[in-house]
């Protein structure tokens, strides 16, 4: 869209200031929460970043998978070990992934890592709900718009049956021109194909995407245009916002047990 300065709406670091210090507050409450709360660590692949963190619920029900951010370049699930908080406390099993990030691998391997990932928590026997923050939240969107039995064969249809997008990217293309796809290398071709926007709606499951507030029009415009596009195509979609969140705060009411953000997840892994 012309006059849009996409390096603004998008380098949230950059509108953020206080970036590192709200990141660094996330590593310390990860540490805290996995010093009480010890994961099962499962591996999904070769790589040391291919492993997934599993924070066990009550074993009755779905498992909501959290997929971190950092625009597919940076941080890996260890500072998000707190946000599994809210729903285990409800006894909701919470799954915590790590990939490995570009430039070292591109984003079409990254959404390939997380399918596999998520095929390795879908034979514990539980469906998944797949939430995401930023990078996450376009991660959630794919696996749910993957085609499963496609992947893999021994896969039931929707191992996948429902996605939470917090700040989520669903149309790759505004990122072309800035500093963001210097580590990400996409075109033109590689950013379409990598955008779940466009792929086939995953009609009839279930997509909330959610923005903070106080975040920029391009990411409430990300969220609002996903909701629109796949509701017409018979996906049951919802827009929300985290009320006076930024793009990094948008993620601390998932540690909070009757936060609306972790009652919604509850009711779709329990429905």
Known sequence: MAGINYEAE???????????ALIAGWAKD???????????????GPGAR????????????????????????????????????????????????SYD????????EIIG????????????????VISGHSAGGHLAACMLATDWREFDASLPANPVIAAY?????????????????????????TARAASPLFWRAPAPLSL??????????????QSRT???????????????TVPGANHFTAIAPLAEPDSPMVLRLKALAVR
């Open 10 to 20: 998008y380098n949230n670091r950059a509108r953020v200031p206080e970036n590192p």
């Open 165 to 189: 997008a917090i700040s989520g990217l669903f149309d790759l293309g505004p990122l072309l021109g800035t500093s963001i796809n210097e580590a990400m290398g996409l075109d033109q071709e």
């Open 226 to 240: 996903i909701v629109d596009l796949w509701g017409e195509a018979g996906v049951a979609t919802r827009f929300g």
């Open 30 to 44: 990860a540490a805290a929460y996995r010093a009480g709360h010890t994961p099962r660590s499962i591996s999904y």
């Open 208 to 221: 909330d995407a959610v923005a903070g507030e106080n975040e920029s029009a391009e990411f409430y415009r």
């Open 50 to 97: 291919q492993v997934i963190d599993f924070f066990a619920g009550d074993g009755k029900g779905p498992i909501v998978v959290f997929i971190h951010g950092g625009y597919w370049q940076a941080l890996d699930g260890s500072s998000f070990s707190h946000l599994a908080r809210g729903l285990n406390a409800h006894g909701i099993g919470v799954a915590i992934p």
């Open 113 to 128: 890592q997380m399918r596999t990932a998520s095929r390795e928590l879908a034979r514990l026997g539980q469906p998944l």
């Open 101 to 108: 990030l570009c430039p070292d691998v591109t984003v079409k």
